[in-house]
T-cell receptor
Framework: RKEVEQDPGPFNVPEGATVAFNCTYS??????FFWYRQDCRKEPKLLMSVYSSGNEDGRFTAQLNRASQYISLLIRDSKLSDSATYLCVDRPKGNQFYFGTGTSLTVIP | GAVVSQHPSRVICKSGTSVKIECRSLDFQATTMFWYRQFPKQSLMLMATSNEGSKATYEQGVEKDKFLINHASLTLSTLTVTSAHPEDSSFYIC???????????FGQGTRLTVV
């Protein structure tokens, strides 16, 4: 079983739509989670950390559900510039980073 | 966020030659650096985890003699692809982390083409 699993998509949504991605993790002891964004042929960039109580940054909301072992990312009012691949990351121990395969999002005009 | 610089951004080399890629953390000391490879339209694949002053930990299936990693200081790690072959052509990305539980910051990546 993979440490982190994501639905690869693709998700094609119209501008202004709300879209949500989920990511499941296998290690119940994991403490640190992150969402990264990767544009085509570029390196991943940190989008936001995921806190236990949930956190929001503008149009982006991240949630952690420990009981079901998943994290989620909600994007409201989608913009064309949100088109990218979104990667969830689980950092169960200090020297390990596990990336999901990424979820592809295309926002359509 | 913190800055990680990777060099070169693009390299073309002949089969059988070796290529060295550098990864530097510019404004912080990185206790750990990670090396990834990414083929087109595929996910990041962790190759190895590099700790300063100690041997790198390689993921299963990654040949340590082919992908030499040196983490000589808290701000520099290098990946050398030895005796490169066309199948080694890929996007190689490094990332660095300040400490054990925080996020990692990525270098810009190196696009390697072996001809």
């Amino acid at each position: 079983r993979k440490e982190v699993e994501q639905d690869p998509g693709p998700f094609n949504v119209p501008e202004g739509a709300t879209v949500a991605f989920n990511c499941t993790y296998s290690n119940s002891a994991s403490q640190s989670f992150f969402w990264y964004r990767q544009d085509c042929r570029k390196e991943p960039k940190l989008l936001m950390s995921v806190y236990s109580s949930g956190n929001e940054d503008g149009r982006f909301t991240a949630q952690l559900n420990r009981a079901s072992q998943y994290i989620s990312l909600l994007i409201r009012d989608s913009k064309l510039s949100d088109s990218a691949t979104y990667l969830c990351v689980d950092r169960p121990k200090g020297n390990q980073f596990y990336f999901g395969t990424g979820t592809s999002l295309t926002v359509i005009p | 966020g913190a800055v990680v610089s990777q060099h070169p951004s693009r390299v073309i080399c002949k089969s059988g030659t070796s290529v060295k890629i550098e990864c530097r953390s510019l404004d912080f000391q990185a206790t750990t650096m990670f090396w990834y490879r990414q083929f087109p339209k595929q996910s990041l694949m962790l190759m190895a985890t590099s700790n300063e002053g100690s041997k790198a930990t390689y993921e299963q299936g990654v040949e340590k003699d082919k992908f030499l990693i040196n983490h000589a200081s808290l701000t520099l790690s290098t990946l050398t692809v030895t005796s490169a072959h066309p199948e080694d052509s890929s996007f190689y990305i490094c990332s660095a982390s300040k400490d054990l539980n925080t996020e990692a910051f990525f270098g810009q990546g190196t696009r390697l083409t072996v001809v």
